[in-house]
């Protein structure tokens, strides 16, 4: 609901999914993509009973598949004690304020007195990365999450830095590099490719090199041809399948870049027949 634009929530649900998330709470993305649909209910249904255990139970009798009750609208505690009383019915609540962690711990006794151990706890309310990070870290009995503005808004990048630059000119049937030279803006000529190396399956280095270059040591290209002429030549991959090799190719990342906390960044060379090329047209243009 926060993200710019409905196109930008469909396609930011999207990806969250790729990289890992379990599901959305976007029912269109449910219908177009086919990822599951979670979702719990708003404090506005909670607000619209007079009483907040009728609204729980109203709650399930419209939706009893689902069985989440939001329990923090008035009291947190108290809105755990009367969803307890919902029993065997109540699979999981959710909590979107508060210290999250001290609530959920005491949330999570209620329910074990109650004898609802297999009852979950899920925890939103502007959580990021960091934040999930330090309540795991805590122990805290959650279950699951929910991340939406963090996730869909790009709080902490929301500029990716791409911009189309000319590399190359072909003129008359004679191919001729172009470079910029503007201080820390340097481009780089001709076509380009990146090569991944890795060691015993781990992936270790990126090495960025011009299209034709043949380098030494086993390395596959990451680049691929998709669209020739302004025509697909690539058939779309299924959303499953994309998910999938997400998964594998992320197992193949040093564990270091699996932390948050991590300082030593993975290696990204540009081959050295590439910086000749560059010092080549440098000393092209310098020369006119």
């Not at 909670?46 to 939706?63: K, S």
């Not at 919902?86 to 999250?100: E, I």
């Not at 805290?140 to 630059?165: C, E, H, Q």
């Not at 499953?240 to 197992?251: G, L, N, P, Q, T």
Request: aromatic share 6%.
């Amino acid at each position: 609901r926060r993200a710019h634009g409905t196109q930008a929530a469909k396609l930011g649900a999207r990806a969250a999914y790729i990289v890992g998330c379990i599901g959305t709470s976007n029912l269109e993305c449910g219908r177009e993509f086919g990822i599951p649909v979670f979702g719990t209910v708003a404090h506005s249904w909670v607000q619209a009973f007079d009483d907040e255990l009728a609204a729980f139970r109203a709650n399930l009798d419209a939706l009893p598949e689902a069985g989440v009750m939001l329990i923090d609208t008035y009291d947190t505690l108290e809105g755990a004690r009367k969803a307890v009383l919902l029993g065997k019915r109540l699979k999981a609540v959710r909590l979107d304020s508060g210290d999250l962690i001290a609530l959920s711990k005491k949330v999570r006794r209620i329910l074990d007195k109650a004898g609802l151990s297999k009852t979950t706890i899920f925890l939103s309310g502007d959580l990021d990365e960091y934040r999930i990070d330090e309540i795991l870290r805590k122990r805290t009995p959650a279950d699951a999450f929910g991340v939406g503005t963090r996730m869909i808004v790009s709080i902490d990048a929301p500029v990716v830095n791409g911009v189309y630059k000319l590399v190359e000119v072909i003129r008359d049937g004679r191919v001729s590099g172009r470079v910029k030279l503007s201080a820390d803006k340097v481009l780089y000529p001709g076509k380009k490719q990146v090569l991944r190396y890795s060691r015993d399956s781990i992936y270790s280095r990126d090495v960025v090199c011009s299209a034709d270059e043949r380098l030494r040591g086993a390395a596959h290209k990451l680049l691929k041809l998709v669209i020739r002429h302004g025509n697909r030549v690539r058939e779309p991959e299924p959303l499953e399948a994309i998910r999938s090799r997400v998964k594998r190719e992320v197992a193949r990342l040093p564990r270091r870049l699996h932390r948050l906390d991590t300082v030593k960044p993975y290696p990204v060379e540009f081959s050295r027949e590439l910086e000749r090329r560059l010092e080549k047209e440098a000393a092209s243009v310098r020369s006119r």
